[in-house]
């Protein structure tokens, strides 16, 4: 075991997630993260000026180091400096790796750490033409050193589909079972009103009808499958024992956490690399888990995750996933993270396995980041 195994969660709060344009898209990445940041300081029965530091997944924003824009906005004392990290789609999740092992190091006893992120207002991006011409506009920036090793995320999930055999229809029912989930889950007790909004607003009726009906964005992958783009924010509290213990409040432990780079070109089975590898460090199984939360960006990427570490998929995302409410991308780790720990929390049926649970996702490059959780 790390030395990490001195390190609790004590909160875990979450906006709702609402898609690109919808009812969080007039709020700056600021105004978005700060109520989420005072709400899990809150729950965790911390004041803010025992926070040492802030650490934020953002992928879209552009720098400037949103992580500490939050914090100010948050009422946070201005000896908090924020770090933003940017690991796209992993960058939520890896910011709890951090945080843990800031406090496991001794660096700091307090760290909220998660993601924020606003499709709806990200910049526009503009490449300076060297010759002088006019500003070239792109999309997106590349993940690898190779244009014809990083294909657009949508034609990745198809490959990963064909490799595994995973039909369209399959894709389809894990989408229709990800909302049904969703509709039937009470994420009360998780979500902050921030903008009047207090549910995920993309949920919906999902059927396998409707689903058959959603136009192709590449192969087997359709609008239905793949996770809508959108906006959220989500943080966690994390602390040392000694905090913990002066607080009485035992929390959840945090076991471990780590990033593991895969086949740069075929991104959505990264996860499957930094799952196993945690395991193995902590001496488990897949059968020890209670309960998993595995980023839906994609159904193939859920199910080829799922597979590919051995996990039940009785156990996976037991409240929906990120196809059901849309995909914050650098917030998207740490809302899975949220989702977790509120799971353990609620769960009592832990069958002998001491209520452990994983949170995983994978990022554009070849990423996935991993991390556990126990009662």
């Known amino acids: 075991m790390t030395m990490a195994g001195g390190v609790r969660v004590l909160s875990a709060m979450r906006s709702a997630v609402a898609p690109r344009g919808g009812g969080l898209s007039r709020l700056a990445l600021q105004d978005l993260a700060a109520p989420v940041l005072q709400a899990a300081i809150f729950r965790a029965g911390l004041m803010a000026h025992d926070v040492d530091e802030v650490v934020l997944g953002n992928a879209l924003g552009a720098g400037g180091n949103p992580a500490r824009v939050a914090a100010l906005a948050a009422g946070l004392p201005e000896r908090v400096a924020g770090l933003t990290l940017d690991r796209q789609c992993c960058g939520g999740l890896d910011a709890v790796v951090v945080a843990a092992g800031m406090i496991a190091a001794g660096q700091a006893e307090v760290v909220v750490a998660g993601g924020v992120e606003s499709y709806s207002r990200r ?6 033409d060297p010759d002088g011409g006019a500003p070239i506009p792109y999309d997106r920036p590349p993940f690898t050193p190779w244009p014809e090793r990083d294909p657009e ?11 595994h055999g995973l039909s369209r229809a399959a894709q389809d029912a894990w989408a229709v ?17 921030v903008a009047g909004l207090k549910r995920d607003a993309f949920t919906r009726a999902l059927s396998s009808k409707i689903a058959a009906r959603a136009p192709v964005l590449s192969g087997t992958i359709t609008a239905a499958n793949a996770a809508v783009a959108a906006d959220g924010a989500a943080a966690l509290v994390l602390v040392s024992q000694r905090v913990a213990d002066r607080l009485g409040r035992p929390g959840l ?26 395991l193995e460090r902590h001496r488990l199984r897949a059968t020890d ?49 949220v989702r977790l720990v509120h799971e353990l929390g609620a769960r009592n049926d832990y069958a002998g ?6 949170a995983a996702i994978a990022a554009a490059g070849g990423l996935g980041t991993a991390v556990l959780l126990a009662r």
């Open 123 to 128: 910049p526009l991006r503009l490449r300076t």
């Open 153 to 163: 995320m949508d034609v990745a999930a198809d490959i990963l589909g064909q490799e």
């Open 177 to 193: 079972a990800s909302h049904r989930k969703a509709l039937a889950a009470d994420f009360g007790d998780e979500i902050v009103p």
């Open 253 to 278: 432990r945090y076991l471990g956490g780590l990033t593991r780079g895969a086949r740069p070109d075929q991104p959505g089975s990264a996860p499957v690399a930094a799952i196993t590898t945690l």
């Open 289 to 337: 888990l209670s309960v998993a939360e595995i980023m839906e960006a994609y159904a193939v990427q859920a199910i080829a995750c799922m597979q590919g570490a051995g996990i039940d998929p009785g156990i996976v995302n037991l409240g929906g996933g990120g196809l059901a409410r849309g995909h914050p991308v650098g917030a998207s780790g740490a809302i899975n993270a």
């Open 353 to 358: 396995h001491g209520g452990i649970g994983l």
